[in-house]
C-alpha cells in the first residue's frame, strides 16, 4: 500500500521551523548539502560503511559560535552497514526524529528497491516520490511514455534486433555492475549479435537482459544535460526555471575517442568496446537561438507528469539530450529528481541560474531556497511527497 502524501505531510510540518535537509551519501549529495547549508539549514548524510569518510571527514561542517559553518557542508553523517539499511523502521523513525527532509537522488532509488520508496520509506521527501520509477526503462510508464505523450522527441526506437537499419545503441545494464551500464552500439542486425556475442562471453551483459533492451537510433551530436526546477510554490508563468547544463565524462569511452584511428583499431576487440560508466561531469552553455525550445520541452513534460502523476514534477529534474546537426535536441534520458551533474556547479551557483537569481544558485541552493520559502509561507505541504 503506497505510503499516504497526507501522513507525510503531517510528519514534515510537525518539524517545526527548522527542519534539517538528509540525503544519501553518494551521486549530487555534496551539492544538497552545500546549498542547504548556504540557505541556513542543518544537514545530515546517510552514508554506507566503507564510504562515509568523504563525508565525515573531508567535508565535515565545523561552526562558530553563532551557529555559521565556517568551513564544509556536512554537519552529521550516520554510517549504515548498507545502503538498503535506510528501510529498516529503526532508521526511518531514527531520520524522523531528527527532523530530517530527504531530497531524493539517483542512489536512493539505485540502493532502495522503488516498492520500498513508494510502500515503506516513512520519511517526507521534497521532490516528487511517484516520478522516480518512470526512469526505469523496464517499466511500461516509463520516462520514454510520458515523453510521448508530451510531444518530446526521442530517438526512435528499434522494434528488434532485425529492424536495426542505420547506427543504434542498445541501452542494457552491466551483467554484474547493475547499476553501471553495458551500452553498445550497432548499425546492423549482424553487428548487434556479433557485439552481443562478445560482450556476453567476457562477462560485461547478461544474455537475458538483451530483449528487454532498449534499442534505439543513435543521434549524432554533442551531449547536453538539461538541469530545470520546477517550482509549484511559484505562478504558473514562473515555475520553470532552467538552472544550469552539464555533460558526461564516460569510461572508457572518454578516453578511447582521445585516441588516434590507428591507436584504437590496434587494441583488441574487448578494448574497442567503450564502455558508459558516467565517472564525471563538465559545464556547458547552449546556444541561445536553442533556448526557447529546451525550455518548450521543460513545460510540455511537466504537464505530462502533472496530468499522468498527480501533483507532477516537485523541484529539480534534469532532461538529458543530444542536440543534433540542425540544432535540434533528442531526449534520450530523463531524472525527476537532482540531476548528477549538478556537483559541478555548487558553491559558484548555474550559469543560467545566476542570471535568473541574481546571486550563485546552484540545484542544491534552489532546492534549499524552496524549502525555506515553503516554510516562511507555511506551503511546506506542497512540496512534500
Known sequence: MALLRSALQGTARGYGSAPVIAAVGSHSALDIADGAVVEGFRTLILAARGRE?????????????????????????????????????????RVTSARALLVPNRALSSYLPLDVIEDALAIPIVGSR????????????????????????????????????????????????????????????????EKAKVLVASGTVRADDLPAARIERYVIGPVFNFNFFRSPLETRSNALELLGVDERRESSLDGLVRLPAAEQLALGDAGRTPRYTVVGHGSLTVRESILEEVFRMGERFCEAARASHPPGVIGPFCLQTCIDPEGIPWVFDVAVRIGGGTNIHLGTGHPYGNALWREPMSSGRRIAREVRTALATNQLAEIIT
Open 130 to 193: 511517484a516520478l522516480l520509477r518512470i526512469e526505469e526503462r523496464t517499466e511500461r510508464e516509463n520516462y520514454y511514455a510520458l515523453l510521448g505523450r508530451a510531444g518530446v522527441r526521442t530517438p526512435e526506437a528499434f522494434a528488434s534486433p532485425e529492424a536495426i537499419d542505420g547506427l543504434a545503441i542498445v541501452k542494457v545494464p552491466h551483467a554484474t555492475r547493475r547499476l553501471e551500464r553495458g551500452f553498445f552500439t550497432a548499425a546492423s542486425t549482424a553487428e548487434y549479435r
Open 53 to 93: 569518510r568523504t563525508y565525515s571527514e573531508f567535508f565535515r561542517a565545523t561552526r562558530d559560535a553563532e551557529g555559521r559553518a565556517t568551513r564544509g557542508c556536512v554537519d552529521d553523517v550516520w554510517t549504515l552497514d548498507s545502503f538498503g539499511a535506510l528501510a529498516e523502521r529503526s532508521v526511518i523513525d
